[in-house]
């Protein structure tokens, strides 16, 4: 049904239709619209059988997320920044123990200093911890990737992070199409665990492993993530049959066909490079797009093949590696022969316009960019800062 | 692609009012995309809405920088905040206020603009009147309506009918009707004083 609803809305009723039978959550902006709209309509028994769980932190988030998950009942969660950070050391107990958890990160940065609008430091931090990361470039999409990721979590055995820019797509009230709970249930069948916490049948997970076998743990997960990457396109393919719309997937790519330059991006900032992207086309610039939709498992030979013969890439990234540079760019220089511009931008919330874009994207195309560049740096706010502390 | 700002304080629906509008948009089979300047909003403080209109699926993500309308709902802030920032000579305003743009100190700016798309409307008196409550953001949809042709008046109307119920939704929808009567009368009365 075609609604105009906030993102978060259309998030929480899309994981609504999916029929999670736990929900467990701290809020902190910018999630906390989704929690609010899933525990109203939990307590208005409109989502039923489900138990909303409030608890005292993200970390027992995640840790009643896990034990709900072992014991078979689908779990579902959100959070941002800190809270993400917070929950770190049961998100790798999630992954490790093979539990197919949903959550939303409704992206946002980390402090100091405390700032709490949009940029993908979150998610890009636990980047090794195991889970799947898809992220989304629109509304639609995050709602389509939540409804994607309980049958890839439950496929796979693996922990799913949709990642959706916080803010931007959150609290932004678009046209958005929710489907109906027949579509959904017919899509995403009622979970059966593969093993399960049942006090008749007691079993341990997660034991110790010791040197023994503990590279073969890693190994085998690392396998998991890569079957992931025909999982996910495979998911992505039944949902186009399924709904009669593209969402998801490994990479998205736009007029890259022949192009020489092409902009890698992830999430909501897709939207507004591919609008410059339709203009410099129409001035006769050879420039096109490369979405990166899963950004864990990294999909290498679909970056490999849409990158193939291109003369520059243009690396735009929304997280700082600090003393080293771009994250995504040091995977795409594994898939990619030369050397990418890594452009850091929309850190903290900057918000990243058309007009910076153009600017920047000739200056790729005339080859005049420095092979790190922060975009809309304040130059001599940095210069005056460098100077006195020498 | 017609984009809107609006300008006003937290607590006075702001927000709300983009949200509203985008909704009525949608209802006439538009796209649209509404969103807040995203803050720590508190009471009485500056806020900004966003929104933008088209008959094309919208893609973009950025802030409005070069709105086509700007709509004032606290006529407090206009030598506060630029709030005429990026507004083009064919631009529209909107200001929520019963005095002159020349009391306002407006009329300089004003007079860049061209006359058939500048406006007040006293949409706080309006709101109190019709609803009891000075909640103008609903009611100047009914002027943007009149004023802009970027929705429809009865889209406005339902797009309120979705959002409120019982005395609130009726006492909105009475003063949008009478601040979308104003502002084609005056526009009516305008035209023919040029053609006269």
Known sequence: MLKQVEGSRGVAEAVARCRPEVICAYPISPQTHIVEALSGLVAAGELTPCEFVNVESEFAAMSVAIGASATGARAYTATASQGLLYMAEALYNASGLGLPIVMTVANRAIGAPINIWNDHSDAMSQRDSGWIQLYAESNQEALDLHIQAFRIAEELSLPVMVCMDGFILTHAVERIDIPGQDAVDAFVPPYEPRQLLDPGEPVSIGAMVGPDAFTEVRYLAHCKHLRALEVIPQVAKEFAAAFGRESGGLVGDYRCADAETVVVALGSVLGTVKDTVDELRDEGVSIGVLGVTSFRPFPFDAVRAALHGVRRVVVLERALAVGMGGIVAADIRTAWAGEPYTVIAGLGGRPVTKKSLRTLFADAVGDRLEPLTFLDLKRDLVERELRRTG | ?196
């Open chain 2, 1 to 196: 692609m017609f984009e809107i700002r609006i300008h006003g304080r937290g607590g006075q629906g702001v927000v709300t009012t983009a949200e509203l509008l985008s909704v009525a948009a949608f209802i006439n089979d538009r796209e649209a995309q509404a969103f807040p300047t995203f803050g720590s909003e508190r009471t009485g403080a500056p806020v900004v809405g966003f929104c933008r209109i088209d008959d094309r699926p919208i893609r973009s993500h950025e802030p409005v920088a070069e709105p086509n309308a700007v709509i004032i709902q606290d006529a407090t802030l206009v030598h506060q905040v630029n709030v005429f920032e990026g507004l083009g000579a064919n631009g529209y305003l909107l200001v929520n206020t019963s005095w002159s743009l020349a009391e306002l100190k407006l009329d300089s700016f004003a007079g860049r603009l061209r006359p058939e798309r500048v406006m007040v409307v006293p949409a706080t008196e309006l709101a109190l009147t019709h609803l009891g409550r000075p909640l103008p953001g609903a009611v100047l949809l009914g002027a943007f309506a009149a004023l802009t042709g970027q929705v429809r008046l009865d889209s406005v109307v339902a797009a309120i009918g979705k959002r409120f119920s019982g005395p609130v939704a009726a006492g909105n929808i009475a003063a949008v009707r009478e601040a979308y009567a104003m502002v084609r009368d005056q526009l009516q009365e305008g035209s023919r004083a040029q053609a006269g």
